[in-house]
């Protein structure tokens, strides 16, 4: 069974990370192709849809979460930074959860630190429910 190799994983004796990228840059090479391996890095957006949990007749966007993973902390982020028209709002069921077992931060100063209003359900806050 041939080796796979994590994308992050151990490289080849000869610096690739598979012996696949190594036959094809030795083919380059004998053509006399110039070439640089893994000297470039690009930033990208994720082609991905987002649908909310919640719209208002507002236009207020809902997004109700027990759990808030970093999946959906980084979805969350690109989706305001690629639609800063729309007002986004978390709602959860325990604000002050910690993100991660040993962190500080909680799910509430997440929001914060990233310019979201949040608030802990189930009720909502009646600024939230009339018209703009």
């Known amino acids: 069974m041939p080796r796979r190799f994590h994308k ?4 080849t004796v000869d610096g690739f990370r598979s012996g696949f990228e190594s036959k094809v840059a030795q083919d380059m090479t004998s053509l006399g192709v110039n070439w640089l391996y893994e000297k470039s890095k690009y930033n990208i957006l994720i082609p991905r849809s987002y649908t909310p ?7 207020i966007v809902l997004e109700v979460k027990g759990y808030f993973d970093a999946e ?18 978390m709602v959860f069921q325990k604000a ?3 993100l991660t077992s040993k962190g500080r931060m909680t799910y509430a100063t997440w929001c914060e630190k990233h310019n979201i209003p949040w ?3 189930p009720n909502l806050p009646k600024s939230w429910l009339t018209m703009l």
Request: glycine fraction near 8%; hydrophobic fraction near 25%; avoid cysteine.
């Open 72 to 89: 959906d902390r980084r979805l969350i982020k690109l989706f305001k930074e690629q639609h800063p028209e729309v007002d986004i709002r």
């Open 119 to 121: 608030t802990e359900g």
């Open 96 to 98: 002050h959860r910690k």
């Open 53 to 59: 949990d919640f719209v208002l007749d507002n236009g």
């Open 8 to 11: 992050y994983g151990k490289r």
